[in-house]
């Protein structure tokens, strides 16, 4: 696709608009959002639980490193 040309003239554009079927104004802006949930989430983490089945890291750094 190629661009030929850009319309820049408001009375043009806004037919255009109307012509295909398209608003003519901006759309809204909503209000701001709180922080994501992901945040949330890593503060719960950091808060030691009580479930059995989730193991602490271990004491020791593992190497991946593949020797031959």
């Known amino acids: 696709m190629r661009i ?3 319309i820049t003239d408001p ?3 806004r ?3 109307i ?3 398209e608003p003519i104004t ?3 802006i909503a209000p701001a959002r709180g922080p994501p949930l992901w945040a949330a989430a890593a503060l719960l983490d950091s808060i030691p639980s009580e479930d059995p089945s989730i ?5 020791y ?3 991946q490193r593949i020797v031959w």
Do not use: N, R, S, W
């Open 4 to 6: 030929i040309a850009f």
């Open 11 to 13: 009375p043009t554009v």
């Open 15 to 17: 037919d255009i608009l």
């Open 19 to 21: 012509h295909v079927g």
């Open 26 to 28: 901006p759309p809204t």
């Open 55 to 59: 193991q602490p890291p271990p004491a």
């Open 61 to 63: 750094e593992f190497d």
